[in-house]
Structure formats: C-alpha cells, structure tokens
C-alpha cells in the first residue's frame, strides 16, 4: 500500500463524517471540518470564507485553501553539506516516536550516503537505550549509550568528544519526554543545547519536535509547551496510518509557521514520507461531496 493510501486509511474516520457533510450544507461541513482536529477557529474561519464564495464549485474552493495554508509549511528536511556534523535533536513526549523516527531518518540518511551516529540520550526511560540500539543496529550506525539515570547532558558532552576523533556526517541526539514540568523539560533540553554549543557554534542545526498524530488538539499546546522550553526548527507528526484525524496538520500550519518536514505512516522502516500539500488535501477531502 502507497502511503498516500495509508494516509486515506488513516483518515477514514474523518472522510465518514466528511462524507455525511455535503458542501452544499456549510454547517454540516463545518462540524466535519471541526471533527477532523483543525480546531474550531479555523474551521469557522474557512466555512464563512466559502460562504462568501460565488463559484458554484466550493469544494474546489476548499481544496485551494487548505493547500495555500500547508505549502509554506511542507518542506523536506534538508542537510547542508556545509554544516557537517549535522546535529539533529530530537524533542516530544514520551511515545510520540522520536526513537523510531530517528531509525527511519537515520535509514534514508544512510541510503544517501551519508554516515550517521546516534546519541541515546533518553536514559530515564528502562528499554529506551536498547530500542535505539536495535535502529543503530539495523542501520549500521554508531550509537552512544549512557548508564541508567546518567546527566544526559554528560553522555552528549562524552560522545561529542569521541566523534571529534571519529567524525560523522549526521548525528541525531535522542531524548527524553518528560513533559510533568515545563522547568524540568526547559533545564534539560537547555543544558544539552549548551553542551552541543560548547563544541560546535550555531548547533544544533535542527530541534525537531516529534508529534503523535493521534492526539488531536493536545498537539497544539505540546508545540507551545516545547517551544517555549527550547527553540525548534520544524516538526514530524507520527502515526498518521492509524486513527489520526488530519485536521490537526491545517490548525498546526495557521498556528505556527514550523516547517512539517515528515509524516510518519507506520512502524517500519520505509514508513517515514516527506509530503506534498495538494496530496495531503486530496486524501483529507477525499469523501467530500
Ligand atoms: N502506527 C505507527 N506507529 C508508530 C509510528 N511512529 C512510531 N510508532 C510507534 O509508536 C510507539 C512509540 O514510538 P517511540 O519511537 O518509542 O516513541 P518515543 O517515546 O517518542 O521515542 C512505538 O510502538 C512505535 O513503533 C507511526 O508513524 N505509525
Ligand atoms: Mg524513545
């Protein structure tokens, strides 16, 4: 199955009611629009625009909003050979799939040609080292590892020093996703921050917030949450294959000018998908009639 498929999959939820809301009845179609996770605000904001809309051909009018609001916002990750060690962390709460995203990016980057290392930085979390180790192991990658409950501040520090002597192109720097306490997360993703500063200025080059794509609204205030704790560079919002309402990528797109580098579309490997606005659109309005 194509990903976009996955994705119309994954939406299906959201095609149902789109499909009991014809464009013809606004109201309905706005409640559709509010079910799919865009939030109230822009779902209001786009039905009083269509009812302004002559044409008689509003779902097209639809289509053109939504992908004149997501095209700023959908860019690839680029790696500029120039900022090499290509320093990516990686930041979200506990289960949004940074570890695995980190395995599916470290694959496509290795696939490239590029040498890649991994810094298991989430030494809280029993098991969250070993499920690193299996991606760096299936990708053929360095990893650093620290001992339980070890300063992940002090593991980074050690294993920068280390690739100094064994350089990689790219490295990704996992975290952990504590979320109970904004001053507790800000100290911790600050204090690595500083510590990569320390070696390298202008470092990381991106702080990547990793979002699970199935936790509807709560999205917004994690980006808020996070953004405030430490500066990010664009987003990768997971699960998108499984009961995700896509709304929520439109309210991301008007709320914050993040770029929305990746969709993740499953549990293996291959299931990590730059996107295409017109695409996304077409899936998400798929069942509109
Ligand atoms: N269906 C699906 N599952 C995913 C995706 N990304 C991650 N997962 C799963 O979500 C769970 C948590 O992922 P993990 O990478 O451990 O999250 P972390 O706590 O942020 O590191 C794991 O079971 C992953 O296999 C995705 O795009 N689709
Ligand atoms: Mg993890």
């Known amino acids: 199955m194509g990903w976009l498929d996955k994705l119309k999959q ?5 095609a149902t009611r789109f499909s009991s809301a014809t464009v013809a009845d606004l109201d309905s179609l706005e409640e559709a629009l509010i079910t799919t996770d865009m939030g109230v605000k822009m779902a209001t904001e786009l039905t009083s ?4 809309e002559k044409s008689e051909n509003i779902k097209q009018k639809l289509s053109d909003i939504l992908i ?6 959908a860019k690839p990750l680029e790696i500029k050979k120039s900022d090499i060690p290509f320093i990516i962390l990686m930041a979200g709460v506990n289960g949004a799939g940074k570890t695995t995203t980190i395995g599916k990016l470290a694959h496509q980057y290795k696939n490239q040609g590029y040498s890649v290392a991994m810094i298991a930085a989430d030494t809280f979390r029993a098991g969250a080292s070993e499920q690193l180790s299996r991606w760096a192991e299936r990708t053929q990658c360095p990893i650093f590892i620290g001992d339980p409950n070890e300063d992940p501040a ?9 690739l100094k002597k064994n350089p990689v192109d790219i490295l ?11 001053t ?6 600050s204090k ?4 990569i500063q320390k070696h390298y200025e202008n470092t990381p080059q991106e702080t990547i917030l990793v979002l699970d794509g199935t936790s509807g609204q709560n999205i917004l205030s994690q980006v808020k949450l996070f953004g405030e704790a430490t500066p990010l560079t664009g987003l990768i919002m997971t699960k998108l294959d499984g009961s995700a309402k896509g709304g929520v990528l439109v309210a991301l797109a008007d709320s914050f000018r993040l770029p929305i580098y990746a969709l993740g579309v499953g549990e ?3 299931d990590l998908q730059s996107f295409t606005a017109p695409d996304y659109v077409n899936a998400l309005l798929e069942n509109v009639q």
């Open 10 to 14: 994954g939406m299906k939820k959201t």
């Open 49 to 52: 625009l269509l009812k302004k």
């Open 68 to 73: 004149q609001k997501l095209t700023p916002v």
């Open 154 to 162: 002090a593991l980074v520090y050690k294993s920068l020093e280390d």
């Open 172 to 182: 990704f720097i996992d975290t952990a996703g504590r979320l109970q306490n904004k």
């Open 184 to 189: 507790d997360l800000m100290g911790e993703l």
């Open 192 to 195: 690595i921050r500083r510590v």
């Open 268 to 270: 293996s490997v291959d």
